[in-house]
Structure formats: structure tokens, C-alpha cells
């Protein structure tokens, strides 16, 4: 047997609603369920997809739960990093701005492997958005310095 990939993200948030602000604003999730004060789980959840929005099936999407909790709150690297189109990125570095999310500045990086923007969400979650792929990455790799 091995892994088929991808199941779901989750986030543990001190406050639901400010967190689903972030991800509906610049991930463009969609809200899918909201457990309200009946918890099956750990604490209050609620359910979102990101990707393909004409469609509920999480292979087409991202299944993201974010959970009522209380966060760590030490900044560093570990980060969760969403593809996006590079034309689309300076739409939401706007929208990042105007929320007053804290910006990381971007680490260094070689012509081709993609333009990113880093952002801190209120619980210190670290989210990239990344115009590159692997494949781009890879090539311009094998390019060497």
C-alpha cells in the first residue's frame, strides 16, 4: 500500500472567523462545514476547499480544516505554500496589505523557480504564495549557478 497523496491541512486558530476571513480572501476557499457548537472532533471545526471552484471533489481541491485552539506561537519557516499564477500575485500581496497581515520578505532566489510572497496569519501560520512549480524549479536547477 502506499500514500495517495494529500488529505487534508489543518490549522489550529484562537479565532475561526478572523482566520476564515484570511482564507476566503486571498486563498479563495470555500466554506464546506462548520460544526458550529456540535464538535466531532477535538474542539469547533469548520470545513474549506481550495482550488477548483466549480467542484466539491477534494481530488480537484485542497480539503483545509482550520480548528479552535490555542495556536503556537513561534514564528519560523515551516509554512504551507499555494500555487497561484504570477499575474494574480500582486492582486493579493494588495489584499494582504489592506488586512495588515505581517509580510515575511521573500528568501533568495534565481531567475526561474517562481516569484512568492510570504504572509503571517494572526496565529503565526506562515503561508507562501508561489507563482513556480516543480517542474520549473527542477529545470532551472539542473542549470546549476
Do not use: C
Request: charged share 30%.
Amino acid at each position: 500500500m502506499t500514500v495517495n497523496g494529500l488529505s487534508h491541512i489543518t490549522l489550529i486558530s484562537s479565532d475561526l472567523n478572523r482566520l476564515e476571513e484570511i482564507l476566503i480572501s486571498v486563498l479563495d476557499a470555500r466554506k464546506v462545514y462548520d460544526s458550529g457548537a456540535e464538535q466531532f472532533s477535538l474542539s469547533e471545526e469548520r470545513f474549506y476547499l481550495i482550488g477548483n471552484q466549480n467542484s466539491v471533489d477534494e481530488t480537484e481541491n485542497l480539503w483545509l480544516v482550520a480548528m479552535k485552539g490555542n495556536p503556537k506561537l513561534e514564528r519560523d519557516y515551516h509554512h504551507i505554500a499555494f500555487a497561484i499564477h504570477e499575474d494574480e500575485i500582486i492582486k493579493k500581496e494588495l489584499l494582504i496589505d489592506e488586512m495588515k497581515l505581517e509580510k515575511k520578505p521573500p528568501r533568495p532566489r534565481v531567475e526561474g523557480e517562481g516569484y512568492s510572497v510570504y504572509f503571517y496569519d494572526f496565529d503565526s501560520h506562515l503561508f507562501e504564495l508561489h507563482s513556480g512549480t516543480l517542474a520549473m524549479r527542477l529545470k532551472r536547477y539542473a542549470r546549476g549557478k
